[in-house]
């Protein structure tokens, strides 16, 4: 009589796949960008961050999949057998800068005076994706700058709503200084019920969210034009001690 | 562009704080080199006072704020063959548009009636009308080519100008970016 086994650890399969025309081998539960990136394979992103959970919003990652029309997004989408995919093509370059002249449009970015100048993962994405100029009209909004705090200022104006902030706060300080408020332009990265960050209860100061803000929008005072280098590398290093937890 | 005949280039700065000219000038001793197979028929550093009418490449640096900006891009369009926009402020308004998120009123406000003791008002005779927005040049005329930089080096502007008078489009992206 057969025995009805409890289910055990699925067994995790390796696929084949090709990326730009090179096969590579994968296991099923990595996603285009993570094997891509093994593989040297560059794909531009934003708000992707290795150590942080995947939001999928700024859409620069995406790729070309044979067999779909539209174009998926690299860090959201996991590898399958037999998949083809293609990480650049004149589509997919007008597409990326696209998305780049909407964000430089959308809010306030004047990279000679941004304490990020030099340093910047926006800026370094504009050069990487060909974007020297932007077609659409400027807003010209202000948005707000927030330094309450004793350490660290806020700047709305270089914010690109990449919740990499957010998600280092909740996921890896678990303090969940920050969430999202609002929709469209009106959307804003908030702290506490939106209550200035020096006033903040949760905070705890520890600093994460500025180093892994890809932009000029979180920065330490005291930082002039193009001083403000950051150092996001100790988000593997924790995951890794944690044991990917 | 002729291969005997020289080229001939013409420059002008809009509202920009004439850097990317003093970036010209550090071309230093490719300066000759420069004159040797180009003819620079009008800058603000010679001393034409006519914008030729037919000119190979024209040259702009600055945003466009002010009614004699506007008429000054469209005069280069209208008499340039290839129409570079030189520097950030050309590129994407950078520093001068900074006052495109406050009213036009504000600004002259602040600057000519809230912080002057000796008459205070809005200048209105001798210079020109200041535009309600501050424009790219691209968002007025259409442009050739983009080379930012606040303001791009001699480097980039050599490598920009040898790469036209070889007969090349260049790749400025190549060399300079946003905020350099
Ligand atoms: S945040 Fe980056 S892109 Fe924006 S102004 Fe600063 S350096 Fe430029
Ligand atoms: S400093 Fe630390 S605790 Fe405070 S908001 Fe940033 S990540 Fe959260
Ligand atoms: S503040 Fe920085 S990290 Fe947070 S959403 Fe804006 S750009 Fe991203």
Redesign the interface.
């Known amino acids: 009589m057969s025995r009805v086994q409890p289910p055990g650890p699925h067994k995790i399969r390796v696929v084949t796949l090709q990326i730009d025309g090179r096969d590579i081998g994968a296991r099923e539960d990595e996603t285009i960008l993570e094997v891509a990136r093994e593989n040297d394979i560059p794909i531009p992103t934003l708000c992707y961050l290795e150590g942080l959970s995947t939001w999928g919003a700024c859409r620069l990652c995406v790729v070309e999949i044979e067999g779909t029309t539209r174009p998926q997004s690299a860090c959201s989408t996991c590898v399958a057998e037999g998949m083809k995919v293609i990480t650049n093509s004149e589509r997919l370059e007008r597409y990326r800068r696209t998305i780049l002249e909407l964000l430089?449009a959308e809010r306030?970015?004047?990279?000679?005076?941004?304490v990020s100048?030099?340093h910047c993962e926006l800026?370094?994405l504009?050069?990487a994706c060909?974007m020297?100029?932007?077609?659409f009209?400027?807003r010209?909004?202000?948005y707000q700058v927030d330094p309450s705090h004793d350490l660290f200022r806020v700047d709305h104006n270089r914010c690109v709503l990449c919740t990499r902030c957010l998600r280092v706060c909740d996921e890896i300080e678990g303090a969940h200084t920050w969430d999202v408020m609002g929709r469209g332009v009106e959307c804003l990265l908030i702290t506490d019920l939106k209550q200035p960050w020096g006033e903040s209860q949760s905070c705890t100061s520890c600093g994460k969210c500025v180093q892994v803000c890809p932009t000029g929008a979180l920065t330490k005072k005291g930082t002039a034009a193009?001083e403000m280098e950051k150092h996001g590398s100790f988000l593997v290093y924790l995951t890794e001690m944690r044991g990917n937890r | 562009m002729s291969s005997t005949a020289k080229v001939s280039l013409a420059t002008a700065w809009l509202d920009g704080c004439s850097g990317c000219h003093m970036s010209l000038l550090d071309l230093d001793e490719r300066l000759i080199e420069l004159a040797q197979r180009a003819d620079l028929v009008y800058s603000p550093i010679v001393d034409t006072k006519e914008l030729p009418a037919c000119v190979d490449v024209g040259i702009l640096e600055g945003a466009v704020s002010t009614a004699a900006d506007l008429k000054k891009a469209r005069l280069f369009r209208e008499r340039c063959k290839y129409l570079v926009s030189l520097g950030d402020c050309a590129v994407t308004g950078n520093v001068p548009s900074m006052r495109n998120t406050f009213p036009l009123k504000d600004v002259l406000d602040r600057a000519f009636i809230e912080n002057v003791q000796a008459q205070p008002q809005h200048p209105i005779t001798g210079v020109p009308a200041l535009l309600q927005v501050v424009r790219p040049l691209h968002h007025v005329v259409p442009v050739d080519l983009f080379v930012p930089g606040c303001p791009p080096s001699a480097d980039t502007i050599w490598y920009v100008l040898t790469e036209l008078l070889a007969g090349r489009t260049p790749d400025p992206a190549r060399v300079t970016h946003f905020g350099a």
Do not use: I
């Not at chain 1, 306030?108 to 941004?114: A, E, F, L, R, T």
């Open positions: 430089f306030n970015h004047v990279c000679s005076v941004c100048n030099g800026q370094q504009a050069t060909k020297d100029h932007v077609r009209k400027y010209n909004a202000p193009g």
